[in-house]
T-cell receptor, first 118, second 114 residues
Framework: DVKVTQSSRYLVKRTGEKVFLECVQD?????MFWYRQDPGLGLRLIYF???????EKGDIPEGYSVSREKKERFSLILESASTNQTSMYLC???FGLGGQVVSTDTQYFGPGTRLTVL | KQEVTQIPAALSVPEGENLVLNCSFT??????LQWFRQDPGKGLTSLLL?????REQTSGRLNASLDKSSGRSTLYIAASQPGDSATYLC?????????????FGTGTRLQVTL
């Protein structure tokens, strides 16, 4: 079974702090994703990566950055946390071929990190 | 820009009832459509994936259909059980573009009562 783990289930930070959210997958997947989920807005893609050191902006990248130094690990960084970044953050991974479309591709999600910024 | 809508936002049914969840999308140029389940405070679990060339997929008591030309999908749950209580989300993948970018609906929160 694919396993996607996230470093924390719950996190409380203060405004202005630098925040790191870590995600690790154990299936040698090329693609990894960071989403945030908010009531009434659904899941929105922040960033995704289709290879080590490769990244692309999603729909709402402002205020975030990412790092992928190793294939199995994808980090989301909040450079200076703000209260409007309070949310549930979900990481996902999927099989891919250097960004090419794969017909049976499905995304596997981690359990989520609920971040509260005070 | 693709928009995905799910109706109803919430649904409560008695155990044993058959039910249908709806998903509509504005751009029919999709590669596939997926249905996910999310339990409270947890991540998403993939239930069914339908390719754009397919009309339906089945897994146990679940059946998902796709009408790409009209921009609609339905998830049919037969003989509902309390354990089916969760939020169900649909997501579409565009026919062009890199990787696996998905656009999600906001979900239908299902409660199955005893």
């Amino acid at each position: 079974d694919v396993k996607v783990t996230q470093s924390s289930r719950y996190l409380v930070k203060r405004t202005g702090e630098k925040v790191f959210l870590e995600c690790v997958q154990d299936m040698d997947h090329e693609n990894m994703f960071w989403y945030r989920q908010d009531p009434g807005l659904g899941l929105r893609l922040i960033y995704f990566s289709y290879d080590v050191k490769m990244k692309e902006k999603g729909d709402i990248p402002e205020g975030y950055s990412v790092s992928r130094e190793k294939k199995e690990r994808f980090s989301l960084i909040l450079e200076s946390a703000s209260t409007n970044q309070t949310s549930m953050y979900l990481c996902a991974s999927s099989f891919g071929l250097g960004g090419q479309v794969v017909s049976t591709d499905t995304q596997y999600f981690g359990p989520g990190t609920r971040l509260t910024v005070l | 820009k693709q928009e995905v809508t799910q109706i109803p936002a919430a649904l409560s049914v008695p155990e044993g009832e058959n039910l249908v969840l709806n998903c509509s999308f504005t751009d029919s140029a999709i590669y596939n459509l997926q249905w996910f389940r999310q339990d409270p405070g947890k991540g998403l679990t993939s239930l069914l994936l339908i390719q754009s060339s397919q009309r339906e997929q089945t897994s146990g008591r679940l059946n998902a259909s796709l009408d790409k030309s009209s921009g609609r999908s339905t998830l049919y749950i037969a003989a509902s059980q309390p354990g089916d209580s969760a939020t169900y989300l649909c997501a579409v993948r565009p026919a062009t573009g890199t990787a696996s970018k998905l656009t999600f609906g906001t979900g239908t929160r299902l409660q199955v009562t005893l």
